[in-house]
């Protein structure tokens, strides 16, 4: 969902270092469906507002702290798979020990995930759009996709191409294939209830905002927190 990962994108915006011009001249390139990407925008917004997140709020309510954290680590351990796949296709071979080691040890003394044993050990954020922009593959232009929110020609593709070693994905059960997505859904809206606060009163334009951090991010994350510098068509050679 839309509101899952724009929250997410806030603190992250901050950590790439980059003005508002930079962003602004950055951006203007990188999406050239505006009017489209708003569409969808709005229709996602309402979605959320209209359901997912109430929804969210009743999760909150009714499930105790120990049972949620059990939940949160439960998709967590699922994540570091495709983590550990795309670690590999990098050739990040001492991360992708590290993210092995995690799914290894929570799916087993973790029991399923469900406890996370292996809180020494970090977590990152790997996946398949990364490793296409790690090998060079430029982001396209940016896309707000319906109810999956923010993303690019390469993300959108890479999402797809993650969905082939998710364990989700493979799951055959289409009933619960479909209801561990909305699960995983709802469980990372909650996570945000707190957080979406602080950008409910800090932007105006919601839109551009979720855009430019999401596109930000995206360079950040595949360049592993220290991307180049853009040069934008304007600039001086």
Known sequence: MLL???????????????????LSNYTKQKDPFEPLNRGVYVFNDTLDRALVKPIARGYVAVTPTPVKNMVDNFFSNLDDVVVTFNDLLQFKFEQAASDGSRVIFNSTFGLFGLFNITDQLPKHNEDFGQTLGYWGVPSGPYLMLPILGPSSIRDGSGRYADSFVSVIGNTDHVPTRNSAYVAEGINTRANLLEQEKVLDDAVIDRYSFIRDAYLMRRQNLVYDGNPPKQKFDDEDE
């Open 4 to 22: 899952m990962r724009s929250t997410l994108l806030l603190c992250s915006l901050f950590l790439t270092g980059c003005s508002s011009l930079e």
